[in-house]
């Protein structure tokens, strides 16, 4: 409403988000679960009789890990950041400004590990034994707080428990009721990746004993996350919000709009390759002779897969909201859809960034369409309205705005009869059908024309509502 | 001040500002704007590392002579780190200016959105490149020239992507046009003769700070009694230095040329422009007399006051490019219009974890930079 909508073709804003973080996920939760491997790997091998061995492989794991996280992970970290201004200013910019301190700890936790994370790379042929691991276990323990902190403002995005804009408590919304269930998750889910990520590593040895002690040790990684995340994913399903609930547990068949039956497929996608990790694992320990290396870039990449459920799940869990209760995904506050004039007052006369168009023409249900549904749906790509409404007629759509937000995934619609006319009549001509708003009205409210009830002048040049 | 307000006070009726975040700023504006400032020339000093590094290994790389060869080890193992830190320090920048100018800064990201998130691409291939030719430039010596080359224009384009986006974030007079024409933001020159000349301004420092880093290097191999390689490295970094005056010359003259008026009236309306660019060029020419001292010298304090006058002018541009931005932007947003809900507990926090963060990197960097020189020591001796 305030921002102007990238309206990007055929991805939208929505899947490029979605793909930077889905990518960026997997590598932070290595960057930290691989500083405890690092870790736990230099004590180890100081009691290891080929500790030296150990600590030369170990070298090779830390060469590859800070190629992949530094650079793939922290600049596609910076890459969400991007995303989701373009995505959704209005959302972004209230988690600044609310949370603006906390990131700029986070941002000192980033600087201090990758520090030391150099110190202790480039140190590697110096350093003293005792140097080393110190290091690493400062690597670990200030990157999990880095951790600590983003769990905070990612959950809050979910369950902002009893924060709100005009009580905006920082502490109660950053430890809201998320919070917990979700750092332990994401811990556990940390040191599965820095195993499975060491079975990479291993599989590039040669001598069969000693990779074979390497996939011994890797493997143990993934036991904590294989016992407790579902028992914390319990503790986790007893946080979410009701809707969200009950979105997974039936599915949503709604009419056109809706189809979140995916969020139910996303959370058995994320369930299934947890299943599989476990099982390949199991495998692995069980014959560490299978171990290749496609095989355990297969076994990640099934990791990936899990954190693209993960990610989507938690994504489709917010539906309507992006900021649950607080503000619509396409930056509507939820105090504004309370306010019956507000949302009934034509649209174009609240619209900062409609270019003057002329009222009920298509241009006028073209950018309905940019700036009320565009943060979420694409024309004919990802999340396509024209696969959504291929069987509507431009009645259908003129009525079915009214009531779209009670299928628990859509927002309420803004703005008044003219304005659902001109978007159904859009939404039609997107399908090839051409039916005009003005005709539009006159089918639904044959009695009353267009012209009788409003100025066209008057929608055009209104003053708009910040 | 009031002069060049009137100016822009005859197109705010074009103007659709979105309304300020409704949490206003978390801390007075005082203080986040001098984090900002703090944080920005950081991240300004590793990106004119970076890049005038990248351009002097360029040079090295062509030039294919011996003598080059310790200078083409430093900066090819240099650059990744300086990348990185480019990142780690832009992130701080890039948060506080979203607290303060988000409105403007959102607005204008959103008009040239699909050359923003370009950024994240460009800057995983450049990025890349440098850690290509940082591992495998023995194993393969061929493309490595061609992969700088790639990884330097992507950082370039980087760079005026940024600087397009900043301007326009302070021309809000230009948005609803550029908008509805191009609503996926696929526009990036907008006609602002200010741009081309403001990016030169922003990279006219990276000549300075990779020649002044080769000078601490020359240093240090003075001091560890390697006299040619030293001699070499002083030489080479005093050189480099002299380009920054130059391209400054050539950025400010272009900014000048393009806004007269403006700038003129900049000078006229208020002493801390005249202060700041009088505090600017007494730093850059300290850098360069420090910088000049220093050459075939062993000891510490030239150098060092040298690279403080560096950072100084670094700082005072920051802060002039605010300056600029208030004063464009003065008749229609007002840092002080927007209120203040302190958020002093987490900012404390910060402060807190800020220090003892840097006191931690600090201990730390003391206790292992020494085992790391002896190691580059040795590669000097030839005995790794």
């Known amino acids: 409403m305030n921002y102007p909508v990238w309206d990007i073709p055929f991805l939208g804003n929505g899947l490029i988000v979605a793909i930077i973080a889905i990518i960026h996920i997997l590598i932070s939760h290595l960057a930290i679960g691989g500083g405890a491997f690092l870790f736990v790997a230099e004590l180890w091998s100081n009691r290891q009789s080929n500790g030296g061995k150990i600590r030369e492989w170990l070298h090779d794991y830390a060469t590859y890990f800070l190629v992949y996280t530094t650079v793939f992970g922290a600049v596609t970290g910076v890459g969400i950041w991007f995303a989701i201004q373009l995505a959704n200013a209005e959302?972004?910019?209230?988690?600044?400004?609310?949370?603006?301190?906390?990131?700029?700890?986070?941002?000192?936790?980033?600087l201090a590990e990758l520090t030391i994370l150099y110190l202790y790379y480039y140190g590697w042929r110096k350093n003293s034994r005792s140097i080393q691991t110190f290091l690493a276990?400062?690597?670990?323990?200030?990157?999990w707080f880095s951790l600590f902190i983003i769990n905070g403002i990612l959950t809050f995005m979910l369950t902002p428990g009893s924060w709100s804009l005009a009580k905006p408590d920082i502490f109660a919304g950053f430890f809201n009721p998320g919070f917990l269930p979700s750092l332990l998750i994401r811990s556990l889910f940390m040191f599965l990746l820095g195993g499975l990520f060491s079975l990479i590593i291993a599989s590039r040895v040669s001598e069969d004993d000693f990779r074979e002690k390497i996939i011994n040790f890797s493997v143990k990684w993934v036991i904590p996350a294989a016992i407790f995340i579902p028992f914390l994913l319990l503790w986790y399903w007893s946080t979410l919000p009701e809707n969200t609930v009950t979105l997974v547990k039936e599915g949503i068949r709604g009419i056109g709009g809706g189809r979140l039956e995916a969020i139910t497929r996303y959370f058995w996608l994320a369930i299934t390759s947890g299943v599989l990790i476990v099982i390949g694992t199991a495998i692995v320990a069980i014959r560490p002779k299978v171990v290749s290396i496609a095989g355990m870039i297969g076994l990640f990449m099934i990791a990936q897969f899990g954190v693209m459920g993960a990610e989507f799940f938690r994504?489709?869990?917010?539906?309507?909201?992006?900021?649950?209760?607080?503000?619509?995904?396409?930056?509507?506050?939820?105090?504004?859809?309370?306010?019956?004039?507000?949302?009934?007052?034509?649209?174009?006369?609240?619209?900062?960034?409609?270019?003057?168009?002329?009222?009920?023409?298509?241009?006028?249900?073209?950018?309905?369409?940019?700036?009320?549904?565009?943060?979420?749906?694409?024309?004919?790509?990802?999340?396509?309205?024209?696969?959504?409404?291929?069987?509507?007629?431009?009645?259908?759509?003129?009525?079915?705005?009214?009531?779209?937000?009670?299928?628990?995934?859509?927002?309420?619609?803004?703005?008044?009869?003219?304005?659902?006319?001109?978007?159904?009549?859009?939404?039609?001509?997107?399908?090839?059908?051409?039916?005009?708003?003005?005709?539009?009205?006159?089918?639904?409210?044959?009695?009353?024309?267009?012209?009788?009830?409003?100025?066209?002048?008057?929608?055009?040049?209104?003053?708009?509502?910040? | 001040m009031t002069d060049l307000a009137g100016i822009y006070l005859s197109i705010i009726s074009y103007v659709?500002?979105?309304?300020?975040?409704?949490?206003?700023?978390?801390?007075?504006?005082?203080?986040?704007?001098?984090?900002?400032?703090?944080?920005?020339?950081?991240?300004?000093?590793?990106?004119?590392?970076?890049?005038?590094?990248?351009?002097?290994?360029?040079?090295?790389?062509?030039?294919?002579?011996?003598?080059?060869?310790?200078?083409?080890?430093?900066?090819?193992?240099?650059?990744?780190?300086?990348?990185?830190?480019?990142?780690?320090?832009?992130?701080?920048?890039?948060?506080?200016?979203?607290?303060?100018?988000?409105?403007?800064?959102?607005?204008?990201?959103?008009?040239?959105?699909?050359?923003?998130?370009?950024?994240?691409?460009?800057?995983?291939?450049?990025?890349?490149?440098?850690?290509?030719?940082?591992?495998?430039?023995?194993?393969?010596?061929?493309?490595?020239?061609?992969?700088?080359?790639?990884?330097?224009?992507?950082?370039?384009?980087?760079?005026?992507?940024?600087?397009?986006?900043?301007?326009?974030?302070?021309?809000?007079?230009?948005?609803?046009?550029?908008?509805?024409?191009?609503?996926?933001?696929?526009?990036?020159?907008?006609?602002?003769?200010?741009?081309?000349?403001?990016?030169?301004?922003?990279?006219?420092?990276?000549?300075?700070?990779?020649?002044?880093?080769?000078?601490?290097?020359?240093?240090?191999?003075?001091?560890?009694?390697?006299?040619?390689?030293?001699?070499r490295s002083h030489s080479f970094g005093f050189k480099a230095f002299l380009l920054t005056p130059m391209i400054w010359l050539i950025a400010a003259g272009g900014i000048y040329g393009a806004r007269p008026e403006d700038v003129a009236m900049m000078f006229a309306a208020s002493n801390t422009t005249t202060t700041l660019l009088i505090t600017g060029i007494i730093s850059g020419l300290m850098a360069g007399?420090?910088?000049?001292?220093?050459?075939?010298?062993?000891?510490?304090?030239?150098?060092?006051?040298?690279?403080?006058?560096?950072?100084?002018?670094?700082?005072?541009?920051?802060?002039?490019?605010?300056?600029?931005?208030?004063?464009?932007?003065?008749?229609?947003?007002?840092?002080?219009?927007?209120?203040?809900?302190?958020?002093?507990?987490?900012?404390?926090?910060?402060?807190?974890?800020?220090?003892?963060?840097?006191?931690?990197?600090?201990?730390?960097?003391?206790?292992?930079?020494?085992?790391?020189?002896?190691?580059a020591r040795e590669r000097f001796d030839g005995t790794i």
């Not at chain 1, 949370?99 to 700029?104: E, K």
């Not at chain 2, 002579?65 to 080890?73: K, T, V």
């Not at chain 2, 304090?301 to 670094?314: E, L």
Request: glycine share 8%; hydrophobic share 45%.
């Open chain 1, 315 to 466: 994504e489709m869990a917010r539906k309507p909201y992006v900021i649950y209760d607080v503000l619509y995904s396409n930056s509507l506050w939820k105090q504004n859809s309370l306010n019956t004039d507000y949302m009934k007052t034509p649209y174009l006369e609240k619209a900062a960034w409609e270019p003057g168009i002329e009222p009920l023409s298509r241009e006028h249900g073209e950018w309905l369409f940019r700036l009320q549904c565009a943060s979420c749906h694409t024309r004919n790509g990802y999340r396509s309205i024209v696969s959504r409404t291929e069987n509507w007629s431009g009645e259908f759509g003129y009525r079915w705005f009214l009531t779209m937000h009670e299928s628990g995934v859509m927002p309420p619609f803004q703005g008044d009869d003219y304005d659902r006319a001109a978007l159904s009549a859009y939404l039609v001509s997107l399908n090839g059908g051409f039916i005009t708003a003005d005709e539009i009205l006159k089918k639904v409210e044959p009695e009353q024309s267009p012209a009788d009830t409003l100025s066209l002048g008057e929608m055009s040049s209104g003053e708009k509502q910040p």
């Open chain 2, 16 to 231: 659709n500002l979105p309304p300020a975040d409704p949490l206003g700023y978390p801390v007075p504006a005082w203080i986040l704007l001098n984090l900002s400032f703090l944080t920005l020339t950081w991240h300004l000093l590793a990106m004119n590392f970076t890049i005038g590094g990248a351009a002097i290994l360029l040079f090295t790389l062509v030039r294919k002579n011996s003598d080059y060869r310790g200078i083409r080890h430093f900066f090819g193992s240099g650059l990744p780190l300086g990348v990185s830190y480019i990142i780690t320090l832009g992130i701080p920048p890039l948060l506080f200016v979203q607290v303060l100018y988000g409105q403007l800064f959102y607005s204008s990201s959103i008009l040239v959105g699909s050359f923003w998130i370009q950024v994240i691409p460009a800057l995983i291939i450049a990025y890349s490149g440098f850690y290509y030719h940082k591992f495998k430039r023995q194993e393969r010596p061929r493309w490595q020239w061609q992969i700088i080359v790639v990884s330097l224009i992507l950082l370039l384009y980087i760079g005026y992507i940024y600087v397009n986006n900043l301007t326009l974030s302070m021309l809000p007079e230009k948005w609803l046009p550029i908008y509805s024409d191009n609503p996926a933001g696929g526009v990036l020159h907008h006609g602002e003769p200010t741009v081309i000349p403001r990016f030169l301004l922003f990279l006219s420092g990276a000549f300075a700070v990779a020649g002044m880093a080769l000078i601490w290097r020359g240093t240090f191999l003075l001091r560890w009694g390697y006299q040619d390689e030293g001699r």
């Open chain 1, 137 to 143: 276990g400062a690597y670990f323990v200030i990157s």
């Open chain 2, 289 to 375: 007399i420090f910088a000049f001292v220093s050459l075939n010298k062993k000891k510490l304090i030239y150098p060092f006051v040298a690279s403080w006058g560096i950072f100084g002018a670094m700082a005072s541009m920051v802060i002039f490019r605010d300056l600029v931005r208030q004063t464009v932007l003065s008749p229609y947003f007002k840092i002080s219009s927007i209120p203040v809900n302190a958020q002093w507990g987490m900012f404390a926090i910060f402060m807190v974890s800020l220090v003892i963060g840097l006191v931690l990197l600090i201990v730390l960097s003391v206790k292992v930079f020494p085992r790391m020189a002896e190691m």
């Open chain 1, 91 to 110: 959302a972004t910019s209230l988690l600044i400004h609310q949370f603006v301190f906390a990131w700029a700890t986070e941002w000192v936790m980033f």
